[in-house]
């Protein structure tokens, strides 16, 4: 078969004069902390990470956004393009377009967002219940498959109504050990219910099982789903099926 | 710096596989625990994995014990510290099936009970040893999850492990506590306690965009062991892998096959669509990512400074198609990425591949016994390293799917021998512990608001260029000191650079750390690729002359002073290193005379092959 040489630059190469947004939180002194805009080169087929990347190298050296893989497995550069919940090695930009943080968890840092609140919640209800044990005797079936996708982005957290009423937050507590605050949320968002779901159920769930489920599941507020669309979750898993729906059903049967 | 009043008996580096085995093991054995991790938890490379485990004997009754240490030792150069890979091969059924009770689900096949393998050997291995799961490394990320999330013991993402503390006499020296910084509350901290774990995976970013691993692999246990006073082994060997695609810019790097995925007729293609090489599936992966390497720097590369991997007369004729189905089977992942990247046509064999190779794995590491205490370099009681940045293991080159095996059984082990050590270091003095802290907490915090001229990202993005050309698949003298220079010239200006003042997410000074640790590093890379004067394994010099190799190459760091060591090595019996090679040479002799078969007996011969491996 032929292989052809390009010949001269190709059309990646090609610099066009537009430009995306990045919205950034900065500043040296934390309580003088002001959101601005910078305006990025953008070239066809940049994706928002390589946006952030170009950012940082050209425009503003302590940048701050998170990555890891850079090819949609890790979970970590989940950011808003356009308001909207994406994984930023996975989604191309455009002119015009504007690349901002999680608007669904307190911003730390340019498009930085603190996560430790809803792990201090997972762990809190996790202790809750019997985290299933043991040796599966079978293969995973596509539903156990399914719900293994999870990558834990957090990008369901964004459009989720019930995760909303976590604010405003309390006041930040201290937590005892590391004086470590956790700004503490009560309410569950879909990755939540997943986890939660995966950990505590086997294939056969017991009666048991399913009543401290759902006491939990009630506790995190599941009875808000019941008016909701359904999670959105950027990878297609069908959490509201898979999870929410049944997790609602053991509540109604409490 | 605050210093905590609580202590842990162990405080783990890292948030992946081998740090959260060892954590739930040592937390079972009724140890405290704290882990700190600088990504979210249960992350790392692990997660992004292709998630196959090797574990002995699970597609092989022969495969005895002796079988699999002799096929690690040989593929490694005999490089390997022969009581670490014994551990290995006695330990992975084990461990294995304790990540099963936590959770990790195999697919079982109903006939039998049996657990469902990888149809062929992976890469290296002489028999099929390897097990695969749905989601891949996901899966494990899961299960390592929840065998977390089970157990009460103290987790913290957004953590940095900035340096293992040490106190006690020269004579016998031991591990303290540890320094952090915890960037959301803006904090300087640091906990006292008994043992370290280092469990901090690769240095891929070194030689950023040109890896695949996760962004958080930037030698920090490396680093931290060599500040510490460890000694490093095994540091010239760096497993490239050798396909990953050389653009566009956003998937610079990114893995799209091993070697076998070349298939039997699959080539190696330059700029202008010469053949560099053939018969590609039975090659190593050093080897093809070498002839990559060389090509390039003779002017020979494509646009983008790789090679092309040109699989189109596998899908020719009657076996094309079975190819095409065996293909999307086993590589679907990869064949969308190539279909992103570079197109359907591509991702359809219709047109070539242009790749580049990329840092895959770090088979050096640091010096450990078999329980992954270091060991090596005079006393230093109560450090430990699992994991990736451990070497001894792999020698100088790592078996398909062993990785995710090593995490567990050294994160067991590891556990255990912590507890056993405890025992003698019950008592010891720690009340000079807030001194020592302080004195090494002082470097940081005057890092904080420091004016200077460059931004540490900067220097970043130097240092990995320039690895890359110096420190990549190949690599001669006059380019590793060119780089010893380019190094001392980094670190210069790395005391220079300017540092955001605010303590809350201070990117600049984690950017810094990362810079310090990655220089360290690349250093050590450097000279013990200086004083492997000639070609084995991953370490290839186009400057080879011929020298012994029965030798580990150490290094360590000390009062400024770089020391380099050997470490000599057991030889594996000559008829079984002959026996190898033959094995070797009859499977690259059948793909060459395949490829020399008339179209329509290739065709047949190929369409049972490819029948055979689809059952």
Known sequence: ????????????????????????????????????????????????????????????????????????????????????????????????????????????????????????????????????????????????????????????????????????????????????????????????????YMMAVTDEPGPDERAKLAAVASELGVETCLSCGGCRCIRGIPVFNLVVTPLLKSVQAL | MKVLEASYDIVIAGGGGAALTCAAAATDLGLRVLVLSKDPLAGGDTKISEGGICVRGCGDPEDTVASFVSNLKIKGDDLADDDIVRAFANDSQHA?????????????????????????????????????????????????????????????????????????????????????????KGELVSVRASAVVLATGGLGSLYFPNTDNTRSNTADGHAMALRAGAMLVDMEQIQFIPFAMARPRAFRGIFVGEPAAAGPLGVLRDGHGRILMSGLMHRTRAEIAAVMAVAVRKGRGTPSGGCFLDLSENARGRSGSLFRQLYSQQNHRCLEVVARAQGREAAAFKAPWEVVPSAHYCMGGVCVDENGAVSGNGALHGLFAIGQVAGGLHGSNRLGSTSLSEILVFGLRAAAAAVKQLDTSAGRDLSGFRSEADAVALGYERMMGRKGVVAPETLIRRLSACAWEKIGPARDADGLHGFLREISGIRKESSLTNIGGDPVWNQSFMDQVELENMLLAAESIARSALARKSSLGAHYRLDSRSGSWAFSQGVAFSNGQWRMSRLKRVVSPFYERCRDKITDGAKRMQIHLLRMLPENLQDRVLVSKYSRWME
């Not at chain 1, 919640?121 to 985290?131: I, S």
């Open chain 1, 1 to 196: 078969m032929k292989v052809s040489r390009r010949r001269g630059k190709s059309k990646m190469d090609e610099k066009k004069t537009e430009t995306t947004a990045v919205s950034v939180l900065h500043g040296e002194e934390r309580d003088a902390m002001s959101v601005g805009r910078i305006q990025v080169d953008c070239e066809k087929g940049d994706t928002a990470l390589d946006i952030l990347m170009k950012a940082k190298a050209a425009q503003v050296p302590d940048l701050s956004f998170r990555f890891g893989c850079r090819n949609r497995r890790c979970g970590l550069c989940a950011v808003e393009i356009n308001g909207e919940a994406r994984l930023g090695c996975a989604s191309e930009v455009q002119h015009g377009d504007c690349i901002g943080p999680l608007k669904s968890l307190p911003i730390v840092r340019d498009l930085v967002v603190d996560r430790s609140g809803v792990d201090a919640l997972l762990a809190q209800k996790t202790a809750l219940l019997k985290v299933r044990r043991g040796m599966a005797e079978c293969s995973p079936d596509l539903f156990h498959i399914e719900l293994g996708r999870c990558i834990g982005c957090l990008a369901c957290l964004s459009r989720c109504p019930l995760h909303a009423k976590n604010y405003p937050l309390p006041p930040l507590l201290e937590k005892e050990d590391f004086g470590f605050s956790t700004s503490e949320f009560r309410f569950g968002n879909p990755y939540l219910f997943l986890q939660l």
């Open chain 2, 96 to 184: 294995y099936a304790w990540l099963r009770k936590e959770g990790i689900r195999p697919f079982i096949r109903e006939s039998d009970g049996g657990l469902r393998t990888y149809p062929m050997p992976l890469g290296g291995h002489n028999t099929v040893r390897s097990i695969p799961h749905a989601n891949g490394g996901l899966a494990f990320a899961h299960a390592l999850s929840g065998s977390w999330r089970s157990r009460k013991y103290d987790a913290l993402g957004d953590a940095w492990m900035l340096e293992v503390l040490c106190g006690g006499p020269v004579e016998s020296r031991h591990v303290t506590g540890a320094l952090i910084y915890l960037p959301v």
